[in-house]
């Protein structure tokens, strides 16, 4: 070995060789050759991609509006390719994402109130029209819901049999939705188109609930609220029979 110089190892493949002191106080890194410096000062991949990322970062938070603008032409262009790619990817991710929304909502709860009530508000001043209909609407199936409640209870009371409770909710909307029907018990005309009050449309048990009868469709009628209060707890048997009565009278 020459004065001077001094052996090293290359980092990349081993190989002993020697260098001038010099060169060693400037090098970093010993490489034997120009193949093994290219070696050792290639970039890993993954800080490669962790360096990318940081640079694409730092460039979507410089140009948001661009980017903004550039999406919302692209998706107006291509709208039907964006919808179909939106829902085949929400086909596949259905259960991640319902998990992600029900998180962001649990954790913003307030937020997402506050956003619901303003929306909702802005709705009902835009279109007061629809809002009426819609509050009639719910203010009708909200009685209705009332009505079934109380009837099942008195029907658990007494140990009733119980049916279907659409069947049941469907007889009932129909009884409080309907124009114009004949009472099951005076025959006279009922319903929202009648004016008297006495002869509104409601629901009655042919067989009473006191007296064991089924809280079911089969042993519902539509009757006029004045037959309806003053039958009482009588059968229909037997109010067809008071009424015969009240006529010979």
């Not at 260098?19 to 193949?35: E, G, M, P, V």
């Amino acid at each position: 070995m020459k004065k001077g110089r001094k052996e090293v190892k290359c980092g990349i493949c081993g190989t002993v060789f020697e260098r001038t002191l010099s060169q060693l106080k400037r090098a970093k890194n010993n490489y034997c050759s120009s193949k093994c410096r290219f070696e050792g000062q290639k970039v890993p991949e993954e800080q490669k991609k962790e360096t990318n990322r940081r640079n694409n970062k730092k460039w979507k938070d410089i140009n948001k509006e661009k980017i903004k603008e550039y999406n919302a032409l692209y998706r107006k262009e291509n709208k039907e390719k964006v919808n179909k790619l939106c829902r085949a990817w929400y086909k596949e991710n259905r259960e991640r994402k319902l998990a992600e929304s029900k998180k962001r909502y649990q954790n913003n709860i307030e937020h997402y109130r506050e956003k619901g009530r303003e929306r909702q508000s802005k709705w009902v001043k835009d279109n007061p029209v629809k809002a009426l209909f819609q509050r009639q609407r719910h203010k009708k199936k909200a009685r209705i819901t009332t009505r079934l409640r109380q009837v099942r209870k008195v029907a658990e009371k007494y140990n009733c049999k119980i049916g279907d409770p659409e069947k049941l909710r469907e007889f009932y909307e129909k009884a409080l939705s309907i124009d114009c029907i004949y009472c099951y018990y005076c025959k006279d005309e009922c319903g929202n188109k009648v004016a008297r009050y006495k002869k509104d449309a409601t629901v009655d048990h042919k067989i009473p609930l006191s007296k064991g009868g089924d809280h079911a469709v089969d042993n519902l009628v539509i009757a006029c609220r004045d037959c309806n209060s003053v039958k009482n707890a009588k059968t229909d048997k037997e109010f067809f029979e008071f009424l015969d009565i009240i006529k010979q009278l």
